[in-house]
C-alpha cells in the first residue's frame, strides 16, 4: 500500500510518500480502507518531533473515513464494507477515568497516529458508523477538532445566552467550536487576522469579528465591544501572542480554555488578574470518546456542516502541510486516497 512515512523529525522534506506491507488486523482490530484524512496541527507537530523521538517510521494522520476492509478475530460489531469514521483517542478503557467517560484523563490515553495511509488498523472500539449524506472528505474533516472543542464546551459549563471569544477562528478547530458554541446558544465573537475571511464567518455563525493584527491588544477592542464587561469564555489557541490579551478580555468569573499554544507556550501573567477575576483556567486536550458517535449524526441532518478549505492526494500530503503552516486555512485540509 501507499503510505506518508516520517523517518525523522524535520520540515515537509521529511515526509515520504512510499510503499509499505498492508497491515494485518489482530484480536479486536478492524482493517479500514481509508479513503480520507483529516489534517491536524497534532500532524505537523508530530513530524516536527515535538512528542518525542522517532524508534521507528511514523504514518502521520489521526482522522480518517474510510471502508472496513477485513477484521481480526473477536470483531463482533463490523462487517466488511461498512462505511466508518476513525475515533482517534486510545486508552485503557477500564480505569477509573474511562469509566467515568472523561478518557483523556486516562493515564494510558494517546491519540491514534497512521491515517496517511491507504490502509490503517484500529481497535473496533475507535469506529464509529459513517451517517449517511455525508462524503468521505466531509466525515474525514470532523474527529480531533469536533470532539476537542464539543469536550471543553461541556467543561466550560457553556450556557445559552453567554458570550465567547474565539481565536484563530477560520482553522478546524476554530469553525467547530464556532458552530457548536452557536449550537448551545452562545454569542461568538470570532478573532481573524484577514478581513476577507471576515464575512465567511458570520455565514458560519459569529455575531461579530475583529480583525487582530500582531501589536494590536484584542482586549480593548473586547472591552469596548461589551462596555467594560469582557466575555464569559475565551478560547485561546495562540499562546504566547495572545494569552494575556485573553486574560484581559474575560468577564469577571469567566473561563479561559487553552487549547494549543501555535506561537509557543513559555509566557508570564499577572496572576493578581486570574485571582481577583476569579477566572478558572481551563486545558484542554481532546474529548470523551463518547462525543463523536454522539454528534456525527449532526452532519447528516445539516445541524453541523463540515467546511473543507482544500483536498490533497495523498502522495502531496506535504503541500498540505505547507498550506496550513505558512498560508492559512478557512476550514479543514484534506487527504484523498
Ligand atoms: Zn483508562
Not at 325 to 334: D, P, R, S, T
Amino acid at each position: 500500500m501507499k503510505a506518508i512515512r516520517i523517518h525523522e523529525p524535520g520540515d515537509i522534506s521529511v515526509m515520504h510518500y512510499e510503499d509499505i506491507d498492508i497491515p494485518q488486523p489482530g484480536v479486536g482490530q478492524v482493517r479500514v480502507r481509508l479513503r480520507a484524512a483529516g489534517v491536524n496541527h497534532r500532524d505537523i507537530w508530530v513530524r516536527r518531533g515535538n512528542f518525542g523521538a522517532f524508534p521507528d517510521p511514523v504514518i502521520p494522520g489521526s482522522d480518517g473515513a474510510g471502508e472496513v476492509d477485513a477484521i481480526g478475530a473477536g470483531v463482533t460489531r463490523w462487517s466488511v464494507g461498512q462505511k466508518v469514521v476513525i475515533n482517534p483517542g486510545l486508552s485503557c478503557g477500564a480505569c477509573p477515568a474511562c469509566l467515568k467517560g472523561d478518557h483523556p484523563a486516562c493515564r494510558q490515553f494517546r491519540i491514534f497516529d497512521g491515517t496517511y495511509a491507504e490502509y490503517t488498523v484500529v481497535p473496533e472500539e475507535n469506529l464509529v458508523a459513517m451517517p449517511g449524506g455525508l462524503t468521505f472528505a466531509e466525515a474525514a474533516s470532523v474527529g480531533i477538532p469536533y470532539v476537542t472543542a464539543e469536550d471543553f464546551l461541556i467543561r466550560a459549563n457553556a450556557l445559552p445566552g453567554q458570550s465567547l471569544l474565539l481565536w484563530g477562528a477560520t482553522g478546524g478547530l476554530g469553525l467547530a467550536t464556532l458552530q457548536l458554541a452557536k449550537l448551545r446558544g452562545l454569542r461568538v465573537v470570532a478573532v481573524t487576522r484577514s478581513q476577507s475571511r471576515s464575512e465567511k464567518l458570520r455565514q458560519y455563525g459569529a455575531d461579530e469579528v475583529l480583525i487582530y493584527t500582531s501589536g494590536d491588544d484584542l482586549s480593548d477592542a473586547v472591552m469596548s465591544l461589551t462596555h467594560g464587561r469582557g466575555l464569559d469564555i475565551v478560547v485561546d489557541s495562540v499562546g504566547r501572542e495572545s494569552f494575556v490579551q485573553s486574560l484581559s478580555s474575560i468577564a469577571r468569573g469567566g473561563v479561559l480554555v487553552t487549547v494549543g499554544s501555535t506561537t509557543g507556550g513559555q509566557i508570564s501573567f499577572d496572576l493578581g488578574r486570574l485571582f481577583r477575576h476569579r477566572v478558572t483556567l481551563l486545558g484542554a486536550f481532546m474529548g470523551s470518546a463518547s462525543i463523536l458517535p454522539r454528534i456525527m449524526p449532526l452532519f447528516s441532518r445539516g445541524v453541523l456542516v463540515p467546511v473543507i478549505d482544500n483536498s490533497f492526494p495523498l502522495e502531496q500530503a506535504d503541500q498540505a502541510h505547507d498550506q496550513m503552516e505558512n498560508h492559512g486555512v478557512f476550514g479543514k485540509l484534506i487527504l484523498t486516497m
